[in-house]
């Protein structure tokens, strides 16, 4: 039996929405501090980014409330429709999109901009819950693990023909939800191990490489096998894609654009000071390494003022609370980032309904990729990837987006003895 809440207030997780709430002020404050101007000193001019951003702030909110005073049901009755509705609109902005720094990806009304890579994501996430929890447990697994993988698969493709490569690995964070719904760990493992063979293949010499991967080849069909002929033609064709991978990692890193080769050369510290890639890393750097502790205090930094530090009202926002807040304010903002991932974690495990289930991993899930990866970025831990922090960056669309996942999500807790099909 399901059971409806007449009155949802008390049920909603307040925690998560002050959460929330908190980062959200921190990145307006940081906007306005990395892009403070003295002839514009109004926090709320709307010449200014600052200014536009505290409007997106309020339309978020906005979203949010509508969000929540929506009916639960509502967001898995018209789960398909909402996905089959973002590929639409993925593949119209191919062709009637416009251009921006180099990427296809934009729809243009107005002096309004919106990114249908990023704000449709949440209906990609509702799309693979929907279709996820409909399946039975006894129906062909293989089918719902391709079908599934097809769901995810054929947006990033869309994305990448954009030229939005950063926004489609993003899409990777449903791999972990895949996990959670029963797949393999040693899958999510050879996954990261193909990575790291492709990193050590740029940097290493192949020929030992090829060496070595023979030699564990070899030793993994002795030791953990029973020496028959089909171990070995699994364990043979593990090294033979191994092997691929070492001798076409040259033809693959050729044939990525230009831009791309740099900023993964930049990553391997090749190419660190001969590139535009290597000298913004450099001053994000410094400008996080200078604020020490304690900062150097609200809108006293300067590497993001002076424009050392490229993007820094987006893609290096963090930066900003580095130089200013220093050590401390920065360690605070991942504290806070984490422990709403960890909420959104246990909110989803607590859920009746699978598909709110799912969906709230989908949820923490995509917020872990880009917390890690833009905070990872900034600290030159991660190749530099065009991808916004959540709720602190600059930008309509990733607002609108993040507020959207978030809100949906906390809606269907607040919901959660329903079951929704």
């Keep these: 039996m399901s059971e409806r809440r007449a009155n949802i207030i008390p049920h909603i997780d307040w925690f998560a929405i002050g959460i929330y709430l908190m980062i959200a002020l921190i990145g307006w404050l940081n906007i306005y501090s990395a892009d403070y101007k003295t002839a514009h000193p109004g926090i709320l001019d709307f010449s200014q980014r600052y200014g536009k951003q505290f409007i997106w702030i309020i339309t978020g909110f906005i979203m949010a409330f509508f969000i929540m005073v929506s009916e639960a049901s509502f967001f898995s009755v018209f789960s398909y429709l909402l996905y089959g509705t973002t590929i639409f609109a993925l593949i119209a902005v191919r062709f009637i999109g416009k251009d921006i720094a180099g990427s296809h990806s934009w729809f243009k009304i107005g002096q309004i901009g919106i990114q249908p890579a990023e704000l449709g994501i949440f209906a990609i996430n509702l799309g ?14 293989k089918k719902i693990r391709l079908v599934a993988a097809g769901m995810v698969l054929f947006p990033m493709l869309l994305i990448v023909l954009q030229n939005e490569t950063g926004v489609a690995i993003t899409y990777t964070a449903f791999i972990f939800v895949l996990y959670r719904e029963g797949l393999s760990g040693n899958i999510l493992l050879g996954g990261f191990m193909l990575i790291a063979l492709f990193i050590l293949a740029l940097v290493g010499n ?7 991967l023979t030699g564990l080849a070899l030793a993994a069909f002795l030791i953990f096998t029973r020496r028959k002929i089909k171990d070995l033609s699994r364990v043979g064709a593990i090294l033979g894609l191994c092997l691929a991978i070492v001798f076409g990692t040259n033809y693959a890193f050729n044939h990525l654009e230009p831009h791309q080769k740099k900023r993964i050369q930049v990553f391997l510290q090749q190419n660190v000071n001969n590139s535009k890639e290597g000298y913004n890393l450099h001053q994000a750097e410094i400008a996080i390494a200078s604020g020490g502790l304690w900062g150097k205090g609200f809108l006293q930094g300067t590497q993001a003022k002076l424009n050392y530090v490229p993007a820094h009202a987006t893609d290096f926002i963090y930066v900003t609370p580095a130089e200013e807040w220093g050590f401390i304010g920065a360690t605070f903002i991942i504290i806070l980032y984490f422990t709403l991932i960890i909420r959104l974690i246990f909110l989803a495990e607590r859920q009746r309904s699978p598909f709110s289930r799912i969906y709230g991993y989908g949820v923490a899930s995509i917020f872990f990729i880009h917390v890690a990866i833009n905070i990872g970025m900034n600290l030159g831990l991660m190749p530099v990837i065009g991808i916004p922090l959540p709720f602190i960056s600059y930008g309509g669309s990733s607002f609108w987006a993040f507020t959207l996942l978030l809100f949906i999500f906390l809606r269907l807790d607040a919901d959660r003895m329903q079951i929704l099909r």
Excluded: G, W
């Excluded at 693979?128 to 697994?141: C, G, I, P, T």
């Excluded at 192949?206 to 070595?212: C, F, R």
């Design 128 to 141: 693979l819950a929907k279709y996820l929890s409909n399946e039975k447990k006894a129906a062909d697994v």
């Design 206 to 212: 192949k020929i030992v490489l090829s060496i070595v």
